[in-house]
Structures are given as structure tokens and as C-alpha cells.
């Protein structure tokens, strides 16, 4: 239920980036991206905690994140918030994967299993969008002592780190992937 909660929110972030967003659909398109992370987390240990993890939520899960990851960086190259190249290297690395896995499965071997490189590298990408996403400077000053920070900056950052991180497990799934064959 709560992967199923995270697809329908892919539409609601598309719609709030399509519009040319201002201040407050960046915020809010933030919020939801956040939402859907937190959410992510939740459902994964829940399904650990409470024994429920099926074959369907092992299916819909990456997909729900490969999902979201990808309409968010996307939508985010015509508002010049990501560099297409950034987005296309990432997306490509996660194709890539995906279809390792679909080979792998087809001709009857195990999957090759994300390494804690590859939950960084996904760390790192949601470090990097939600900042993106919320864009602007915003001030978090408490009054008396008042300071801004600039979200774009910071989404960069955590891109470009992000995008070494998503060379380097690409490039390790696929020496481990041939090395299997």
C-alpha cells in the first residue's frame, strides 16, 4: 500500500514542476518528493519488521523509486536546475541495471545484490534532488540570528556527488555482472 502511495505520487510531482514553478510548487514539489522518500524507508522496514515482503513489493519498489528519481531529475532540465548530461548518465546507469538484472533473471542466475555503494549512490541522488526540487534561497534565520541558503548550490553538490557515486556502482555492477558469464 504505501509503494502503491508512492507511484501516485509521481503525477502529483510531475504536475507541480510542469507549470513552470515558482517559489511555492517548488516547495511544495520538495515536500512531496520528501514525503515519498520518508515513505520509502517506512514501507522497507515495515515489510522487514512485520515479515511481509513479497515478490510483488521486491517488483514495485525499485520501480516506484526508479520512478519518481526519474521524473524528478527530468522535469528538472527544462527549468535548468539539472544538467541533462548529470541526468542522462544517471538514468542511463539505472537502465543499465535494469536490464542487467532482466539478462541475468532470463537466463537463470541470482541477481547480483545492491552493494552499500549502491545505497549511497541512492542517498546521495535523494540528497541531491529534494534540494533541487525546493530550488530557491530560502532564509532560516531564527530572527536573531538570520542566515540563507541557497538550494540549488546545495543540489548540486549532492548531484555531483551523487553522479560520481552512480559511475562507480555502474561501472562495479557491470564488471560483476561479466565476471558471471
Avoid at 518528493?33 to 515495515?46: E, K, N, R, T, W
Avoid at 510483488?56 to 539539472?82: E, N, S
Avoid at 539478462?103 to 545505497?119: D, F, H, P, Q, W
Wanted: aromatic fraction near 14%; glycine fraction near 8%; include cysteine.
Amino acid at each position: 500500500m504505501i509503494t502503491v502511495f508512492r507511484i501516485m505520487l509521481v503525477p502529483v510531482l510531475f504536475l507541480l514542476l510542469f507549470f513552470s514553478p515558482g517559489k511555492l510548487q517548488s516547495f511544495f514539489a520538495g515536500l512531496v518528493f520528501s514525503l515519498a522518500s520518508i515513505s520509502d524507508c517506512v514501507d522497507g522496514y515495515l515489510a522487514r519488521r512485520m515479515n511481509m515482503v513479497t515478490d510483488f513489493g521486491k517488483f514495485l519498489d525499485p520501480l516506484a523509486d526508479k520512478l519518481l528519481v526519474g521524473i524528478a531529475l527530468i522535469m528538472m532540465i527544462p527549468l535548468g536546475r539539472a544538467p541533462l548530461w548529470i541526468v542522462a548518465i544517471i538514468l542511463g546507469r539505472e537502465v543499465m541495471v535494469t536490464l542487467l538484472r532482466v539478462i541475468s533473471l532470463r537466463k537463470g542466475n541470482k541477481v547480483i545484490e545492491a552493494t552499500m555503494a549502491g545505497k549511497y549512490k541512492t542517498g546521495f541522488q535523494i540528497s541531491a534532488i529534494i534540494p533541487l526540487l525546493f530550488h530557491y534561497e530560502y532564509n532560516l534565520g531564527l530572527g536573531f540570528f538570520d542566515f540563507s541558503v541557497d538550494f540549488q548550490i546545495v543540489g548540486m553538490a549532492f548531484l555531483y556527488a551523487a553522479l560520481v557515486l552512480t559511475i562507480w556502482t555502474g561501472v562495479d555492477y557491470l564488471y560483476k555482472f561479466i565476471k558471471m558469464y
